[in-house]
Antibody, heavy 120, light 110 residues
């Protein structure tokens, strides 16, 4: 299984950050797993953003919930992240990952990560 | 506020045994499984230990995990230079209704 993030590396303040995670080597519709986004500001730790099930059910970190939208496209085997009204504090490496189950913190496959810088 | 607390740094010499602690609360470590991730410089985190003490295929048995009460620990025996990395604990948090990561421990092999 492989996951690959893609999207712009530079976003202006107040605009929307949009990333896609393409899953290969397995189906995103596998009902055993959830799919998630995690970010890591430069030199800092990991922060969970949200997770999605192939049915479209989503669960978001309360601290970001008002600005986050995660969606899934089972026909193309990818899921996406939109983070609205970004500021410099949203500058981070964004990872997509597979979650073993809801109620767990077991992310067993990760993308390589993509750096998104928020700057004018 | 839900937090998993780890020491910011740890160190050891080759061949030594080191442990990294992770302190939490009833809403995370006590109630749910603890997992550990290893992040080498410039790479994505890698699942190192899952469900307290299980190792994914390919992870050496030098790595082991345990849990007691509100704390969990990662032990690395026979320390090697390639173990130099940042280690994160993680657990589902029932208050957050989501996964929670510790702040990370940077392990230096002297």
């Amino acid at each position: 299984l492989q996951l690959q993030e893609s999207g712009p590396g530079l976003v202006k303040p107040s605009e929307t950050l949009s990333l896609t995670c393409t899953v290969s080597g397995g189906s995103i519709s596998n009902n055993d797993y959830f799919w998630g986004w995690i970010r890591q500001p430069p030199g800092k730790g990991l922060e969970w953003i949200g997770i999605i099930y192939y049915t479209g059910n989503t669960y978001y970190n309360a601290s970001l919930k008002s600005r986050v939208t995660i969606s899934v496209d089972t026909s193309t085997n990818h899921f996406s992240l939109k983070l609205h009204s970004v500021t410099a504090a949203d500058t981070a490496v964004y990872f997509c990952a597979r979650l073993g189950a809801y109620g767990e913190a077991e992310f067993d496959y990760w993308g390589q990560g993509t750096l998104v810088t928020v700057s004018s | 506020q839900s937090v998993l607390t780890q020491p910011p740094s740890a160190s050891g010499t080759p061949g030594q045994r080191v442990t990294i602690s992770c302190s939490g609360t009833i809403s995370n470590i006590v109630s749910n499984y603890v997992h550990w991730y290893q992040q080498l410089p410039g790479t994505a985190p890698k699942l190192l230990i899952y469900r307290i003490n299980q190792r994914p295929s390919g992870v050496p048995d030098r790595f082991s995990g345990s849990k007691s009460g509100t704390s969990a620990s990662l032990a690395i025996s026979g320390l090697r230079s390639e173990d130099e990395a940042v280690y994160y604990c993680a657990a589902w948090d029932d208050s957050l209704s989501g996964p929670l990561f510790g702040g990370g421990t940077k392990l230096t092999v002297l």
